[in-house]
């Protein structure tokens, strides 16, 4: 018996920056998680994903993540998606500094 | 220090324009990511969680001044302006764009630096003592040699397809800080009765997620015979590895699997088979690296005046009480720059930072920097009447933290940071232990602690050899840290027991407190280390500190 299919985004690495990048709805590569396209349906998402890896000359491993529906588009489940949207947090770096709003909780980070 | 020859030039240059192709094949897509993939691991490119990573091999550790200023170039324009220095000598950049890399590889080159096989299936950097020429217990110089292993093992045909990647170490003194014994392959430099130069020889170490300690394969193996010999134990592993289990492909497992006797027997009729096939080249070739590796003009000059300001600066005096290594020469010292500063990322350096190393490196180190497996910067060779501008410098930039060896010297692997395998943060608890310890104003009564914590079961953090090592887990989708105590990197090496449960982030570094704090208090004399302090009475009372004495029989 397969699992029940919970929603997810596209991601990957874009290929010359190397940065996070989701898909969105209209076929574009962004930066902003939020724009992201929430994929609610599983035969959408083997779409989906065949459009994305189709695009080798643009991203690399793009792969379906699990998300969920937040106020103002998708937020990820895992702690590990968030720190992609947010960069390290060591130093003020990456898409945080580059104002993208971090989306999902990384733990004991409130204070930076 | 090693220059490079005519032949290392081509073959780097060669490198870098087969790769810069490589690239631009990839970019208009000729080169598909499963094509590439493998090209640009060879050229040490990884891509991580927020962007590409480069990483640049530091053969034995070993720095001169123009290439730390190439880094700092580099970092600037390249890279967001700082480099971040790891445990197997090498350094990285966190950021560079993919197009960026081949002109990255070039400016490295015209210093004599690389990233080939800084990763990938093959043998990696060969690190060695950070002391090495300088330290007075030192018995030789490793680095002649571990020229001549980089040179052999550069692009081997043979060996670019190993089961699994491979790690060399050498140390040239009997107190290892090189880490030997958690290598694949771990060479100590020893004389034989009748004074003859050889090695001792280990295999089959590593950290990882079965972490084991080399064991001796061989007791005394003259000089002359190393290569033949380190090819013999190469060839019999690329046979016998596993490939077909990527955690069972290391060395350690062929050891642990078959025997290190029937191990042995393998590699010693190999051995027999090859060793006549030397002719003996590459000891003229070693005699040709040595004679590059000459000590510096060491002077002969009164130390009164360090002596003086150190009677008078309590200060300087605690940063000499802890930075200093004994040198060989009298009147010098080996100097070690913290990178630990508490609450800074370990192991980073920003590009000014490089080029005040590189400067006091000119002006008082004869031009030379080693950076160590502990994630510091060396200057091996400084006169003591020199120690006073070299602080005076070195506190200018942020650099005079006087904490080598104590608990804010702290190994930490970039973890979920930046690295696309970390299951946890490493860098923040590092952060979180050092400014604790500095509020507590107890590190230097602790006195010598090893902490190495590692954000994944990899151990790039060798978190299993720390006194107190630290491994960063995911535990249903939320940080968790687990304890392991009473491990050690040196000639004494051991791998840490790990305690019970693990702790969230939140309470990690409380439960670190306990430990340092309850040792203080159990500790024989001021002169026991914490070391010596768990191996006399064992795990329990240290678990007790740790768990509050509710003793917990399942581990995390």
Known sequence: MSRRFTPKVISANDLIEGDAVWLTEDDRWTRDMAQAELIEDEAHAAIRLLFAKGQPSVVVGAELVDAVAGADGPVPVHFREAFRTHGPTNYNLGKRAEGFRPRGHIPGNEAL | ?????????????????????????????????????PLRLMNGLYLQLHAYMLRVAIPYGTLSSSQMRQLAM?????????????????????????????????????????????????????????????????????????????????????????????????????????????????????????????????????????????????????????LPYIEAILGAYNLKGRRDNKYKA??????????????????EERFARLRSQWSGADQEILKGIEAQFAPPAFRNAPTDEYETVRATN?????????????????????????????????????????????????????????????????????????????????????????????????????????????????????????????ELQVEHEVGPLKIKISGCIN???????????ILGLDR????????TLGGDGTETAAIGEKMGPGFPAEEIVGAIERLVLGYLEIRRDAEETFLETFRRVGPEPFKGFLYGGEETADAA
């Open chain 2, 459 to 469: 151990a790039c953090g060798h978190h299993h050899v720390g006194h107190i090592g």
């Open chain 2, 314 to 438: 309590p200060v300087f005096r605690a940063w000499t009480d802890v930075n200093l290594h004994p040198h060989k020469v009298d009147g010098y010292a080996i100097v070690s720059i913290s990178l630990k500063k508490h609450g800074a990322t370990p192991g980073d350096a920003t590009a000014d930072q490089m080029r005040v190393m590189a400067d006091l490196a000119d002006r008082y180190g004869h031009g030379e920097l080693r950076v160590s497996h502990e994630q510091n910067i060396i200057l091996p060779h400084v006169h003591k009447s020199d120690l006073p501008a070299v602080w005076a410098i070195l506190r200018e930039a942020d650099l005079a933290t006087a904490n080598i060896g104590l608990v804010s010297d702290i190994i930490a692997c970039p973890g979920m940071d930046y690295c696309a395998l970390a299951t946890a943060r490493s860098i923040p608890i590092a952060q979180q232990i050092a400014t604790r310890f500095e």
């Open chain 2, 1 to 37: 220090m090693y220059q490079y020859n005519e032949f290392d030039e081509a073959f780097v240059r060669s490198r870098v324009a087969q790769f810069r192709s490589q690239v631009e094949r990839r970019i208009d897509g000729s080169l598909t990511e499963d094509e590439f993939r």
């Open chain 2, 74 to 226: 580099i970092a600037e324009r390249w890279d967001k302006g700082y480099g971040h220095f790891t445990t197997r000598q090498n350094i990285q950049f966190n950021w560079p764009r993919l197009k960026d890399v081949p002109d990255i590889l070039d400016a490295l080159a015209d210093v004599g630096m690389h990233a080939i096989q800084t990763s990938g299936n093959c043998v990696r950097n060969v690190t060695a003592d950070h002391f090495a020429a300088a330290a007075a217990d030192e018995i030789a110089d490793p680095r002649p040699i571990a020229e001549l292993l980089r040179e052999w093992s550069t692009d081997h045909p043979e060996f670019q397809f190993l089961p699994r990647k491979f790690k060399i170490a050498i140390t040239g003194s009997p107190n290892d800080r090189a880490v030997t014994r958690s290598h694949d392959i771990g060479l100590r430099m020893v004389r034989n009765d009748a004074g003859e130069p050889g090695f001792e020889v280990l295999v089959g170490g590593g950290l990882g997620r079965t972490p084991m300690l080399a064991q001796v394969i061989r007791d005394f193996l003259p000089q002359a015979d190393l």
């Open chain 2, 476 to 483: 249903a989708g939320v940080e968790n840290y687990q304890v």
């Open chain 2, 250 to 267: 290391r060395i350690k497992i062929t050891v642990f699997e078959n025997g290190l006797d029937a191990f042995k027997a393998d590699v």
